[in-house]
Antibody, heavy 121, light 106 residues
Framework: EGQLVESGGGLAQPGESLTLSCTSTGFSLSEYTMSWVRQAPGKGLEWVSYISSSGDSIYYGDSVRGRFTISRDSAKNSLYLQMNSLRTEDTALYHC????????????????WGKGTTVTV | YVLTQPPSVSVAPGQTARIPCGGNNLGPKSVHWYQQKAGQAPVVVVYDDSDRPSGIPDRFSGSVSGNRATLTISRVDAGDEADYYCQVWDPRSDQRVFGGGTKLTV
């Protein structure tokens, strides 16, 4: 089934930027639609962003639109989340997650999740 | 778009747990359910309202009726203690939405 591994988390001051990365083992990340999902300490899951395998379809949650940018690099088998203008409320564990199929279909579920990387603002 | 779940559900071992998820016009949407045990990443246990991924016991089932989806876990045991989240895609806002989560206590 494969695994996802996130990196790039850390401590940032309000207004600063961070870039998260996600790579895969056991499957080619570039073939799948991917998402970022975050979880603030003691809180529930919050979907952050979605990018189709081609990169043609990109969506963002209301709380991050205009500040965060999702992207991917097929050559590096990697997914990214550029986070600008960070706020204290962005403090969370950030998971990358794989869609269950290859298509660009936002109604799909997510079947492989990484353990996450922690961002503290 | 808002999905509403009760914060907690408690059930005795061996009994059946039912976790509801309410949302406006939920019927046409595909509802997915994720289980998250303490300190672990989420795992999908039901997708597309009522389908079960391979490896998930048939004790887990899902249904949708009107504006309410329900995750049913039969013959509950201590290993089922976790937070459970429903999730849909809202085409009006172009966003994936999670419910607030329900903590299942056995």
């Amino acid at each position: 089934e494969g695994q996802l591994v996130e990196s790039g988390g850390g401590l940032a001051q309000p207004g600063e930027s961070l870039t998260l990365s996600c790579t895969s083992t056991g499957f080619s990340l570039s073939e799948y639609t991917m998402s970022w999902v975050r979880q603030a300490p003691g809180k529930g899951l919050e979907w952050v962003s979605y990018i189709s395998s081609s990169g043609d379809s990109i969506y963002y949650g209301d709380s991050v639109r205009g500040r965060f940018t999702i992207s991917r690099d097929s050559a590096k088998n990697s997914l990214y989340l550029q986070m600008n203008s960070l706020r204290t409320e962005d403090t969370a564990l950030y998971h990358c997650a794989r869609d269950a199929d290859y298509g660009d279909y936002p109604a799909y579920h997510m079947d492989v999740w990484g353990k996450g990387t922690t961002v503290t603002v | 778009y808002v999905l509403t779940q009760p914060p907690s559900v408690s059930v005795a071992p061996g009994q059946t747990a039912r976790i509801p998820c309410g949302g406006n016009n939920l019927g046409p949407k595909s509802v997915h359910w994720y289980q998250q045990k303490a300190g672990q990443a989420p795992v999908v246990v039901v997708y597309d309202d009522s389908d079960r991924p391979s490896g998930i016991p048939d004790r887990f089932s899902g249904s949708v009726s009107g504006n309410r989806a329900t995750l049913t876990i039969s013959r509950v045991d201590a290993g089922d203690e976790a937070d459970y989240y429903c999730q849909v895609w809202d085409p009006r806002s172009d966003q994936r939405v999670f419910g607030g989560g329900t903590k299942l206590t056995v």
